[in-house]
């Protein structure tokens, strides 16, 4: 989607100048030089507006960033046991992520509504209207698809635990399914495999404290998609209130392109057929026959 924000900016100016021109020549046609403040009530897109704009796209940029900076983190998952303060790190990091996007949802909404009272006052057609969708659009696609990209990076990171944990116990001897893990992990208990695990395997405390921080990292990551379960449902909502308006965007977009592309077109073929016209090379080598 094309970034029309500074369109937007130029078309504020543009409207500021033209009414600023328009007073100066009523005050000429009626010889009366008044200084006057000039005070724009039903100005269709404010400087507020436009700065609240460059300031959400830079916001979801730096959202955007963070979330693949701890998809690139998550990815360095090693075999060996994890600190306590890393744990405490990421958990931290998921944290700050949700507020981020929480801020982020709720400044789109604000974005929408901007939208919707552009229309009644200007009209949908109109450029101002066109222009906040756009921005709208484009900024919603990239805060969708950063969060997919965060989920599934949460979802990855959970495999990657479950399969250690599962491996870790078939060395020491015990044999672990999918769904005993998943329901230790629903749980949060360990008596689900055994009350008497260093007993009855050989398995060390060491390997037991290693899996059992991977148990944390588990319950963590569950607690962290939660917290995000509600936040993706409001965006499927949203996705499908303005799934409709989204499409016939992008659709105007493309056919603009297209227009203009076949404009261009039509525009070279007018001035190759204007250097080839017979009359007009007739004219310049004869003088005209009116003349005496």
Not at 48 to 53: F, G, Q
Not at 168 to 195: P, T
Request: proline fraction near 1%; charge should be neutral; aromatic fraction near 6%.
């Amino acid at each position: 989607m094309k970034d029309r924000l500074q369109e937007l900016k130029q078309k504020t100016k543009e409207i500021e100048l033209s009414r600023d021109s328009q007073v100066f020549a009523e005050a000429d046609d009626q010889g009366v030089l008044v200084q006057q403040a000039v005070i724009y009530e039903r100005e269709p897109v404010a400087e507020r507006h436009l700065h609240e704009i460059q300031k959400l796209q830079e916001t979801i940029n730096s959202f955007a960033d963070d979330v693949q900076k701890f998809g690139q983190q998550q990815k360095s998952l090693v075999a060996s046991m994890r600190r306590f303060s890393l744990l405490k790190r990421d958990s931290t990091i998921a944290k700050e992520i949700k507020i981020q996007a929480e801020q982020i949802h709720r400044a789109l909404g604000d974005l929408v509504k901007e939208v919707k009272k552009s229309e009644v006052e200007n009209g949908p057609s109109s450029v101002v209207t066109r222009i906040l969708k756009s921005q709208y659009a484009a900024m919603f696609h990239h805060f969708q698809q950063t969060m997919f990209l965060y989920n599934d990076t949460i979802a990855s990171k959970q495999e990657k635990c479950k399969t250690f944990i599962v491996r870790q116990l078939e060395v020491a001897g015990k044999e672990v399914s999918e769904e005993e893990v998943n329901d230790m992990l629903h749980h949060g208990k360990w008596e689900v495999f055994n009350e008497s695990l260093l007993t009855e395997t050989s398995i060390t405390k060491a390997q037991l404290s290693e899996i059992e921080q991977r148990h944390k990292e588990l319950v963590n990551l569950e607690t962290q998609v939660k917290d995000l379960r509600d936040l993706f449902i409001q965006i499927s909502l949203l996705v499908e209130e303005q799934g409709e308006s989204l499409n016939n965007i992008e659709v105007m977009v493309t056919s603009t392109k297209d227009y203009v592309i076949n404009t261009k077109e039509k525009f070279g073929l007018a001035v190759k057929y204007k250097r080839r016209n017979p009359c007009r090379v007739l004219c310049c080598c004869c003088p005209c026959c009116g003349s005496k």
